[in-house]
């Protein structure tokens, strides 16, 4: 991809934002609640609990991590886009001064393609492996500023603070926008769509990952990536915060060499994200990102 079509995928074309189911249910909910009440204040009791329930039914689309109950989600590549034999990689928690740079060397060995969703706080910590990322034709997408255990119970105002801070820092440094967003250990808040379509954001989880943070054994990380493993999936590695095996290695540098060999034995190829979806017709692009267009 030339830097020109980067910077155009990167700019500021909002996306249609669609109501989620889940805001459509709870929008519903409410307003058949206040009417309810000013109709028959004596039902209180039922118009609370359905309300309780609605909230219960929230905090579960919080935990369907591949679910589209909140918003669009890309779990893997429209059939469209996956022919030819393409994966994305995806690595998490990054940039590491140890790790990412190691990583890249792989991935040049095998020149495989991969998109690095970076936290904002380190991008401004290592804002050269940032760049170097992007220097070697890898995509460096938004995976939150301060990846906050609590990111799932965010406040709008401050949701929108966070994704705004880790926009501004990795477009500094590696040249473009992201164009992409993965939500802090996949888990996303109900309010966090409209915030992600007004910056023309497009929201992004996984066929399979590895679990490589808890897991030490490669062999075991290396079956959950490869079982079943297809054109058109999207696989999760961390080069942040990333285990270690029994010998001290990191996790993601004992694995990620076994399933890079996997996919050129398999006829496979793993691109960046912005690559997949570069297409002269804005509306496929979009229904492909948005999801209408997944298999």
């Given amino acids: 991809m030339t830097t020109g079509n980067r910077e155009a995928h990167g700019s500021a074309r909002l996306r249609r934002w669609l109501r989620s189911p889940a805001l459509r249910l709870t929008l519903a909910l409410h307003a058949t609640g206040v009417l309810t009440l000013a109709l028959q204040p004596g039902l ?20 369907c991590l591949r679910g589209r109950f909140l918003g669009p989600n890309l779990s893997r590549l429209p059939a469209a886009v996956a022919g030819g034999g393409a994966v994305v990689l995806t690595l998490d928690d990054g940039p590491d001064p140890e790790i990412t740079p190691q990583v890249l060397d792989l991935l040049d060995r095998y020149r ?16 050269g492996i940032v760049r170097e990322i992007a220097r070697r034709g890898h995509s460096v997408e938004n995976h939150s500023h301060c990846h906050s255990p609590a990111y799932a119970f965010l406040g709008i105002a401050r949701l929108a603070r966070d ?40 929201y992004v989880s996984w066929t399979r990952r590895c679990y490589d943070t808890v897991c030490r054994d490669p062999r075991v990380a290396l079956s959950r990536l490869t079982r079943g493993l297809a054109a058109g999936d999207i696989l999760l590695l961390h080069d942040g915060g990333a285990a270690r095996t029994a010998d001290g290695q990191p996790m993601v540098l004992a694995v990620l060499p076994l399933l890079l060999e996997k996919l050129a034995n398999h006829g496979l190829r793993s691109v960046a994200l912005p690559d997949c979806f570069l297409t002269p017709d804005p509306d496929l692009q979009e229904s492909a990102l948005d999801g209408s267009a997944l298999s």
């Fill in 44 to 63: 209180w009791a039922w118009v609370v609990t359905a309300l309780v329930a609605n909230h219960v039914v929230l905090i579960g689309g919080v935990f």
């Fill in 112 to 127: 495989m393609k991969a998109s690095f969703f970076c936290i904002g706080e380190k991008a401004a910590a290592f804002p």
């Fill in 163 to 202: 994704v705004d801070s880790a926009q501004s820092v990795i477009a500094a440094h590696a040249g473009r926008a992201p164009a992409f967003f993965r939500a802090p250990a996949g888990f996303r808040s109900p309010l966090l769509d409209p915030v992600l379509a007004t910056r023309g954001l497009h």
